[in-house]
């Protein structure tokens, strides 16, 4: 665990892009169509872009647009999840912070090594779909760009219980259920005053909602 010494200040708040015109449906992988949006290829520095919220908000979708657009590795944060995690979250039993842990550093450690490839040619970036729920989990991700070139973004992304009930409702043979969700809402921390994370109101169409992430992403990366 970070102490409060070890925690990054971010004296801003995040910038907020609202999304919400029309009810997005739910969000698949093999559904994906991203937007034409001219983003930066070639950057004199690496990005880790880390896609967060709750269960049902969208994270491996937008996050899979990202990847194809910037033409980097995609990393799914469920993936990296202990066996005795899913077994607890399948049984309905939420997470506690020791659980998540481990979790969130061998996530953090699969992210730098993504950046660091056997071949000796690095990428520009990495995408990673993280819950993160909480500060102090972000903080765990952030300290991947301690004492070196590396950027950090966390795009989170904001959607109503009622809709993320909804999605997780439709899913198939997933651990994550209805109460899971909930228990997530109760401990989601909200990125407040944290400069690297912005916000976006996903509670549009789909080819809506990619378009803002993606004029977003190519905002940040070009302004460093």
Same mark, same amino acid.
């Given at each position: 665990?970070?102490?409060?010494?070890?925690?990054?200040?971010?004296?801003?708040?995040?910038?907020? @892009?609202?999304?919400?015109?029309?009810?997005?449906?739910?969000?698949?992988? +093999?559904?994906?169509?991203? *937007?034409?949006?001219?983003?930066?290829?070639?950057?004199?520095?690496?990005?880790?872009? @880390? #896609?967060?919220?709750?269960?049902?908000?969208? +994270? %491996?979708?937008?996050?899979?647009?990202?990847?194809?657009?910037?033409?980097?590795?995609?990393?799914?944060? $469920? &993936?990296?999840?202990?066996?005795?995690?899913?077994?607890?979250?399948?049984?309905?039993?939420?997470?506690?912070?020791? $659980?998540?842990?481990?979790?969130?550093? %061998?996530?953090? +450690?699969?992210?730098?090594?993504?950046?660091? *490839?056997? &071949?000796?040619?690095?990428?520009?970036?990495? @995408?990673?779909?993280?819950?993160?729920?909480?500060? +102090?989990?972000? $903080? #765990?991700?952030?300290?991947?760009?301690?004492?070196?070139? @590396?950027?950090?973004?966390?795009?989170?992304?904001?959607?109503?219980?009622?809709?993320?009930?909804?999605? #997780? %409702?439709?899913?198939?043979?997933?651990?994550?259920?209805?109460?899971?969700?909930?228990?997530?809402?109760?401990?989601?921390?909200?990125?407040?005053?944290?400069?690297?994370?912005?916000?976006?109101?996903?509670?549009?169409?789909?080819?809506?909602?990619?378009?803002?992430?993606?004029?977003?992403?190519?905002?940040?990366?070009?302004?460093?």
């Amino acid at each position: 665990m970070l102490s409060a010494g070890e925690r990054p200040q971010h004296p801003a708040s995040p910038a907020i @892009v609202d999304a919400s015109t029309v009810l997005m449906p739910n969000l698949e992988p +093999k559904t994906i169509s991203p *937007p034409s949006v001219m983003l930066p290829h070639k950057s004199p520095v690496q990005h880790i872009w @880390v #896609v967060t919220g709750p269960a049902g908000c969208g +994270k %491996s979708t937008v996050g899979q647009v990202l990847r194809k657009e910037l033409g980097v590795s995609f990393l799914e944060g $469920d &993936d990296y999840h202990p066996a005795s995690n899913k077994t607890k979250m399948g049984n309905g039993i939420p997470l506690t912070d020791e $659980d998540r842990w481990d979790w969130l550093i %061998s996530l953090r +450690k699969a992210a730098i090594d993504a950046l660091s *490839p056997a &071949d000796g040619n690095p990428p520009t970036g990495v @995408v990673v779909a993280c819950s993160a729920l909480k500060q +102090k989990y972000r $903080d #765990v991700i952030r300290v991947a760009a301690y004492n070196s070139p @590396v950027k950090i973004h966390f795009i989170y992304l904001k959607l109503t219980e009622n809709v993320l009930m909804q999605r #997780v %409702s439709q899913r198939q043979a997933h651990y994550m259920k209805s109460d899971m969700v909930r228990s997530q809402l109760q401990a989601l921390e909200e990125p407040q005053g944290e400069d690297d994370a912005i916000t976006i109101n996903v509670e549009g169409s789909q080819e809506h909602v990619q378009r803002r992430v993606l004029e977003a992403v190519a905002e940040i990366a070009n302004a460093v």
